[in-house]
């Protein structure tokens, strides 16, 4: 191309000059608008691949039925225009450095989805079982008297839904064989027939339920509780029949005693009888009380007296004192027990505190005839009745509580210490009434 050719006028050559200027300006600040943009995009990315990763981030990531977020792509820098004319001399717009390739997101690993399960329904609470009735300890040393009276009873009852006159017959033989007594027979028929309706006559429960709540009655005697802290010494004078159980009954009350914590003496008045000052010598031994004990054949009241003098002066809390075994019909054997009685009030005031009457249980209702007697001569202010474990005719503690009014204080119901029980009204009927086991 000729340029000689060209004529430009002076206006037209400045507009051109102007263009072209206006072109290389533009190209240059576009090249550092690029450059600028690069360098900060590539800071971005070094930043970003040395941050930690933000905790939940991966889980988020792979959380099922989410998909995971791809990285945005950079956006393409702006590239420089082209001038409008090549030959305008004007040098050429640099072209843009190579970007490199971002760096793979690393993959987070696949996760198994966590299956929740739905709750399952609370199972219904179970009900409580109901609280088993407590066997009173009575219960296996009374088991042949159950068999005995109560078993008959029992039997007269089984089956029957109502009453007639010749059950009430045999109800009153049941109990007349029953070692309670014929007086005592004779009420309970009487308070039957008295008491109870018509209607309640015909109903064997109703009879069984009157007979229980009639014998708790008879026995729970208004008698104040025995007091053993009410003097010191505490003075217990014990009689009885021979073979009653006195000495044994006088060995386990000690026991628990001294369990208590309480200083115990024991007289050993049976100077008759040879082996029982060793049987009480040997009871001290086991319990830990203490024994005063005369020669053979000395006069009872003397080994008491001398028993109870030390048990005042040296601060025992109990004295026991046993005395001879006698039988109930002989008259000059009961006057000597009078005379105990009467030095044992002499060597110390107020006593005795308490004297009880040791009946064996199996003697049936002899045993009726002997309380009486013994009560005739003495002040007898508890009974004791013993060896309820061996007989069926227990039944004579109803007797004995309806006929002399004297209150039972313990009762006997095995060969064990502890088998010496207090005595308690309402658990003795509920363990004499009790069903028998099969």
Known sequence: MDLSSIHLTPTELYELIGVVGGLGVSGTLGVLFVRRARAVRRRQIEESEEAPALPGSEERAAKPGRPRAEPEAEPEPARPRETASRGSGAAPARAPEPRPAPLP???????????????????????????????????PGLARTRSGFVARLGAVFSGRKQIDPAVVDEIEKVLLTADIGVRTSQKLLEEIRSSLSRSELKDPDAVWAFLRQRSTEMLALPAPPVDFNAAKPFVLLVIGVNGSGKTTTIGKLAAALTGEGKKVMMAAG????AAAAEQLEIWAGRTGASIVRGKEGADPSSVIFDGIKKAATEGYDVAIADTAGRLHTKTDLMQELQKVRRVVAKAAAGAPHETWLVIDSTSGQNAIAQAQIFTEA????????TKLDGT???????????QLKIPVRYVGVGEKVEDLRPFDPAEFVEALFAPLEN
């Open 105 to 139: 997101a690393p993959e987070a690993e696949p996760r198994s989805a966590q299956v929740i399960p739905f709750p399952a329904p609370a199972p219904a609470p179970e009900p409580a079982p109901a609280p088993k009735k407590k066997v009173s300890a009575l219960a």
């Open 378 to 385: 003495m002040s007898v202010s508890g009974i004791v009745l």
């Open 270 to 273: 049976d100077t008759f009888r």
């Open 392 to 402: 069926a005719k227990g039944g004579v503690i109803l007797g004995i509580a309806d």
